[in-house]
């Protein structure tokens, strides 16, 4: 598959904030990507840079086979970007704004454009200081999505947006994967991501600390099982895979690798079960993981019941 | 009381905001008094020279119009503030009128009053704390500028009333603002409401101060910068007019309370009306973007000028008669023929009318900076927009906004004229020598154009050129500054036509320099991160 856009190490620093520290993102022609992270972690800052807006203190750029900051006329013809703020001109209409995006970007599909305003329920005809914060954002996500380009790049584009909408934006990103159009979305909302994305990208403190299709990442997570045995939990912890093993007389919790699976549940059914619960990895725990302070690490308190220890460390 | 709740904290946040830039701006106008008495005070040390150069001013229409008369041509503090009294009350009232819809419309623009409405402030609170904040401001400035006079060697009494009438215009024009911070949505129509209002006023006072004994007089009585120099500070002050300015600033905050009681947080007066459903075919250019947001400004700019430069136009000619001192008329005549007097007088008010589309010029190019802080550049910059078409879109706006802004200067005050002497060749006369102010108008766009290439934080850095250019000018000469550094200010470089002639050398250098400095700001933009 060919690459839509590249950030290679890429250093970005405000005065002494190092927004961006040797960023890596890679998206490849076709795909929608997701981008998260916590506030601040510098996704828009990376998206400013994929548009020219911002100069890079190191590392390397590539966005649809061009450099950002030199071919900003060709490129941002094959893109269109929903900004992480979006501030519309009081003065003018929704629907002016629309069409002058559109023709300064090269052209605007005026069906299309109808098509987008009745889907959103837009009124086109309001100023722009006369719309609620969800109207704003679409006045946006509509210019965006009106263009007929290769590439979007979205930032947190359903902000504000009612279910209904934002169920509607999803419709809208699967016809455009559909149709073999790349997309960057950055976004905080996790079920989003999940509904749209074939791929994410997790950054922290302007580093990817995660990146890889949803089954990868899932497949990096553990399970975990509570477990009532006939037997003694002991021995458990010696079996490859299983980690953080919590004992209470006949009662047993722990959380074992996804590969380990197989292996440990057959250890368990020798042992005889009484009553079993298994929770799969969710998304959720996975970002919480990231995005919390200290990262993966520091959660991994151990328990006054532990009963045989662990690295305890990484869970990779 | 509940709708007054939150005032007091409004105040200190709103103190706290500006505790850098009031006290400057106080500290500014407190030393230029000072500055001025104490320069006068070593320039005309005689009661012989200050009477004579008293009187040759009030003879000058010109200069009555621009600063007002000298009420008391023997008294030092009287010659020394004259200046102070007229354009440095503009200046006064115009700070006034920024605080106030600084602290009102432009908080409520920006939604950062919604934010603290939240929390338990009564719908009063932020018009009071406006209110408070102007009123404790100009208190200061009148205060310190009074004590900055007695320190200069003035009297007592007088610098008391000089400041207090300095704080008395100021709040008079903070109380324009709030009023017109409750009329609009955005807070540069508001300012643009209360400049066209104060520069009313201001040309009341100049059309009433020249028409000398005639009736057309009464009309200085009808304008707050009027009052302020009736109250006739070191010539026998007359302490009740202070009083109606007071009186004055109490009725426009009633209106303001009146205003905001009937209105939503966020609202105008005037609904807002629907915009096209579709752009019209022109909008499709960063040229035509600018084009339509400026357009509004540079219509009232336009009429603003145009009423100036017709009211001064048609008072041109009537100078003439200004001079009742058959002696001192023989001299101007001697000096350069029947026509000297219009011509000079023509002369000084075209260069204010040049200054005053410098300002046009200013705010215009500033826009720039305004859209990329507001974020409102980078949505256009994402599309096959290049950063120098986009900015030059905005300077386009201001370099021909400015062209035709002075344009309507010109035509106004040459028609007048010539509708007054019966000569129709003055309208091109007249319109040629308004044109001359443009390339020192063109230098003060390209500043801020490098301004805003070079160093985006200090966006207001336009105006503080524009104040020290116009500064320079004014008080350069009466403190014997070195040529070089007055020499520094573009208007110093502009020919003093119609009076004299034209030289054409100047203009070419100056609008040089105005596009080197464009397109340096355009180059520096070009390298640097937006945002
Ligand atoms: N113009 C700027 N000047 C100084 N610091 C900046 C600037 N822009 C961003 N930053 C800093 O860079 C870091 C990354 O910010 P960025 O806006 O990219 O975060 P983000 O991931 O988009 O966050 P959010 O989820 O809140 O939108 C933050 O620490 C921010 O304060
Ligand atoms: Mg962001």
Known sequence: MAEALALERLVKTFGTTRALDRLDLSVQVGEVHGFLGPNGAGKTTALRVLLGLLRTDAGVVRLLGGDPWDDVVALHRRLAYVPGDVNLWPALSGGEVIDLLGRLRGGLDRTRRDELLERFELDPTKKGRAYSKGNRQKVALIAALAADVELYLLDEPTSGLDPVMEAEFRACVQEMRAEGRTVLLSSHILAEVEAVCDRVTIIRNGKAVETGSLADLRHLMRTTIAAELNGDARGLCALAGVHDVRADGERVAFEVDSEALDGTLRALADRGVRGLSVQPPTLEELFLRHYQDGGPAAREAPDSQTVCSDEGGSRR | ?531
Request: hydrophobic letters at 60%.
């Open chain 2, 1 to 531: 009381m509940s709708d007054f709740a939150g005032a007091g904290q409004l105040v200190r946040l709103a103190l706290r905001r500006d505790r850098l830039l009031m006290p400057m701006w106080v500290a500014v106008f407190a030393f230029m008094a000072t500055v001025s008495a104490a320069a006068t005070a070593g320039m005309y040390p005689s009661l012989e020279s200050r009477v004579q150069v008293a009187e040759t001013a009030n003879r000058s229409p010109s200069l009555v119009a621009l600063y007002g008369k000298i009420y008391a041509p023997e008294s030092l503090g009287a010659v020394a503030m004259w200046k102070m009294a007229g354009t440095g009350a503009l200046m006064v009232a115009l700070l006034g009128l920024i605080v106030a819809v600084r602290h009102t419309r432009a908080e409520e623009e920006n939604g950062r009053l919604e934010l603290i409405g939240a929390a338990a402030v009564g719908r009063f609170a932020a018009l009071t704390a406006a209110l408070l904040v102007a009123v404790l401001m100009n208190g200061a400035l009148g205060l310190l500028t009074a004590a900055g006079l007695v320190a200069a060697g003035l009297p007592a009494a007088g610098s008391l009333a000089f400041g207090l009438s300095w704080a008395g215009v100021g709040v008079v024009f903070a109380g324009v603002g709030l009023v017109a911070a409750q009329l609009t949505r955005s807070a540069r129509l508001a300012t643009g409401i209360g400049a066209a209002v104060l520069g009313a006023f201001y040309l009341l006072r100049a059309v009433g101060d020249v028409q000398g004994g005639s009736g057309l007089a009464a009309l200085s009585w009808l304008s707050p910068i009027g009052w302020g120099q009736r109250v006739q500070a070191f010539a026998g002050e007359r302490w009740w007019v202070l009083l109606l300015l007071l009186g004055l600033t109490g009725a426009l905050t009633g209106v303001a309370y009146l205003l905001v009681a009937r209105r939503d947080l966020g609202s105008g007066l005037v609904p807002d009306r629907a915009g096209p459903a579709v752009a019209a075919r022109s909008l499709r250019s960063p040229l035509a973007l600018a084009w339509r947001l400026q357009r509004g400004a540079l219509l009232g700019w336009s009429l603003g000028l145009l009423v100036l430069g017709a009211v001064f136009g048609s008072v041109a000619s009537n100078v003439e008669g200004f001079v009742d001192d058959p002696d001192f008329r023989e001299v101007i005549v001697r000096l350069g023929g029947e026509r000297t007097l219009t011509d000079a007088f023509l002369t000084v008010e075209l260069g204010v009318m040049g200054v005053v589309a410098s300002a046009y010029g200013v705010q215009a190019a500033m826009r720039l900076r305004a859209e990329e802080a507001a974020l409102r550049a980078e949505p256009l910059l994402a599309t096959a927009v290049t950063r120098v078409r986009w900015a030059v879109g905005h300077v386009v706006v201001a370099v021909a906004g400015t062209t035709v802004v002075m344009a309507v200067a010109g035509l106004g005050s040459g028609a007048a004229h010539a509708a007054q002497v019966g000569d129709a060749a003055q309208v091109g006369r007249v319109f040629g020598a308004a044109l001359a102010h443009l390339p020192a108008a063109w230098v003060l766009v390209g500043i801020v154009v490098l301004a805003f290439g070079l160093v985006p934080r200090f966006g207001a850095a336009g105006w503080a050129f524009l104040v020290a250019f116009f500064l320079l000018g004014e008080l350069g000469p009466l403190l014997e500054l070195d040529q070089r550094l007055l020499d520094l200010s573009p208007f110093a470089h502009t020919p003093r036509v119609p009076a004299a002639e034209v030289e054409v050398a100047p203009l070419l250098w100056l609008t040089a320099i105005a596009a080197a400095l464009v397109g340096a700001g355009l180059v520096a933009f070009r390298h640097r991160d937006v945002g």
